[in-house]
């Protein structure tokens, strides 16, 4: 995402961040996560909207242009529904991928392979990324936290609730740190969707991944959740209840 990006008029399509060379895979991400921010809008679903993985910012963007459209298209329901406010949380080590030493992942193709090896997604740096999504939504609506999952989320308050939150982190050790810190503290609002980036990476294989730590902890916390189905091409989301 370029920071130099203007900002979007009230009166632009939501989906004004998909430019004409985006790859079809993207432009189905980036209208799955569109519409995803709206359901939460249309649900009256309490909480934030989350990130974890930003890489480029176009997902941030996007959500930032979604959240701006439902701030001006669903302000009375926000309001009769006591919503407060809705920021947007954005986590990243904004240095790459970690270098796993889980057995999980060090036995799936993608880091066996080194696709998915030491510094590979890094993209834009936190400062970036904060004004380029500022630029849509406001500054004082991004919360833009940088570091390792396992050293900040811990960090902290376990009293955040969240509407949406996308998972893009790829390697089982980094979403079941985030998953820890969703599920185990219930940082979660009845209704909050949550999408997963890369489910169907490493052949599908439910031994690998995100769907590998989706299944260890939501039964480790006995999760209620409603499967919502695929989106793109190698994304699945689900809607979690209390």
């Known amino acids: 995402m370029n920071s130099n990006e203007p900002k979007a008029h009230p009166s632009e399509p939501v989906r004004s961040v998909v430019r004409p060379e985006t790859g079809l895979g993207q432009r189905l991400a980036f209208e799955a996560l569109t519409l995803g921010v709206e ?3 249309i649900s009256a679903v309490p909480g934030h909207i989350a990130e974890f993985g930003t890489m480029s910012g176009s997902t941030a963007a996007t959500i930032a242009h979604a959240m701006l459209d439902g701030d001006q298209r669903y302000a009375l329901s926000e309001r009769m529904h006591g919503i407060d406010r809705r920021l947007l949380y954005l986590f990243d080590s904004f240095e790459g991928f970690p270098k796993t030493e889980n057995p ?13 090896g030491p510094g590979v997604a890094r ?3 936190a400062g970036e990324l904060h004004d380029a999504c500022a ?24 009293d955040l609730r969240f ?13 079941a740190s ?5 599920l185990g503290k219930q940082t ?7 999408f997963f980036d890369d489910w169907y990476c490493n052949r599908g294989s439910p031994d690998f991944g995100e769907q590998k730590a989706w ?19 190698v994304g699945r989301k689900f809607i979690l209840h209390r």
């Open 39 to 41: 359901y939460a809008y």
């Open 104 to 116: 999980v992942d060090a036995a799936s193709p993608h880091v066996a392979t080194n696709v998915w």
């Open 123 to 125: 993209g834009l740096t």
């Open 135 to 158: 630029a849509i939504l406001g500054a004082d609506r991004i919360k833009v936290v940088p570091g390792w999952y396992n050293e900040t989320l811990p960090k902290l308050s376990s």
């Open 163 to 175: 509407a949406l939150v996308s998972i893009d982190c790829d390697l089982y050790e980094s979403t």
């Open 178 to 182: 985030v998953l820890e810190y969703l």
């Open 188 to 194: 979660y609002s009845d209704g909050c969707a949550v």
């Open 215 to 233: 299944a260890d902890y939501t039964a480790k916390y006995k999760v209620r959740f409603t499967d919502w189905g695929p989106y793109a091409i």
